[in-house]
Nanobody, 124 residues
Framework: QVHLVESGGGLVQAGGSLRLSCTASGRTFSNYRMGWFRQAAGKEREFVAAITRSGGNTYYADSVKGRFTISRDNAKNTVYLQMNSLKPEDTAVYYC?????????????????WGQGTQVTVSS
């Protein structure tokens, strides 16, 4: 079992920045591929970014590419999402997720463990 706790959400103006953190406890963090997803009100949960176990490779949704950066610190059991140039359409609850199986996946159902989510609101 892996327990994930997100933090760092909040209210920010368009063009601003936020950094989300997700700290894991339980099993060995470095064994898991990590992802960030988001869910806006009335919409499906969507993939945002993912990172391999070592942090050597990252993947992004087209909508955030060039603005968001995913990273991890295995010594701190934490994965981050740096969000710059935020837009009102980035408003959502952001979730981190852990995947134990091989390969990075972008479908939510491929992930084994989820955090409770943190709200990000971008005002225009």
């Amino acid at each position: 079992q892996v327990h994930l706790v997100e933090s760092g959400g909040g209210l920010v103006q368009a063009g601003g920045s936020l950094r989300l953190s997700c700290t894991a406890s339980g099993r060995t963090f470095s064994n898991y591929r990590m992802g960030w997803f988001r869910q806006a009100a009335g919409k499906e949960r969507e993939f945002v970014a993912a990172i391999t176990r070592s942090g050597g490779n990252t993947y992004y949704a087209d909508s955030v590419k060039g603005r968001f950066t995913i990273s991890r610190d295995n010594a701190k059991n934490t994965v981050y999402l740096q969000m710059n140039s935020l837009k009102p359409e980035d408003t959502a609850v952001y979730y981190c997720a852990a995947r134990s199986a091989m390969y990075i996946m972008t479908d939510a159902y491929e992930y084994d463990y989820w955090g409770q989510g943190t709200q990000v609101t971008v005002s225009s």
